[in-house]
């Protein structure tokens, strides 16, 4: 069974930091690119990081762009979205998704920044 679980989603501060991660399994985790999304209210789903199977290419939305940092250990089959210095309009449910041909999504988390 196909399974992308993520957590980590919480309520934070402005400047504030979070780290998201989504653990697989029933996959070959190792054989997917993985991205996280994430949407917020009366949002489309917008594309947030993308990295590449072996970690040696990544992509962000220019809106967090130096401030967020995805990665992956694909010996815990795990991919984490490090968020630093957090903004209002990064409020939304993020989600992760599994891509090879197939594409697998989580359930999604929400981050919240408020003061």
């Known amino acids: 069974q196909v399974q992308l679980v993520e957590s980590g989603g919480d309520l934070v501060q402005p400047g504030g930091s979070l780290r998201l991660s989504c653990a697989a399994s029933?996959?070959?985790?190792?054989?997917?690119?993985m991205r996280w999304y994430r949407q917020a209210p009366g949002k489309e789903r917008e594309l947030v990081a993308f990295?590449?199977?072996?970690?040696?290419?990544?992509n962000y939305a220019d809106s967090v762009k130096g401030r967020f940092t995805i990665s992956r250990d694909n010996a815990k089959n795990t991919v984490y979205l490090q968020m630093n210095s957090l903004k209002f309009e990064d409020t939304a449910v993020y989600y992760c998704?599994?891509?090879?041909?197939?594409?697998?999504w989580g359930q999604g988390t929400q981050v919240t920044v408020s003061s």
């Open positions: 990295i590449n199977r072996l970690s040696s290419i990544t």
């Open positions: 029933g996959f070959t985790f190792s054989m997917f690119v």
């Open positions: 998704n599994a891509l090879n041909g197939n594409s697998y």
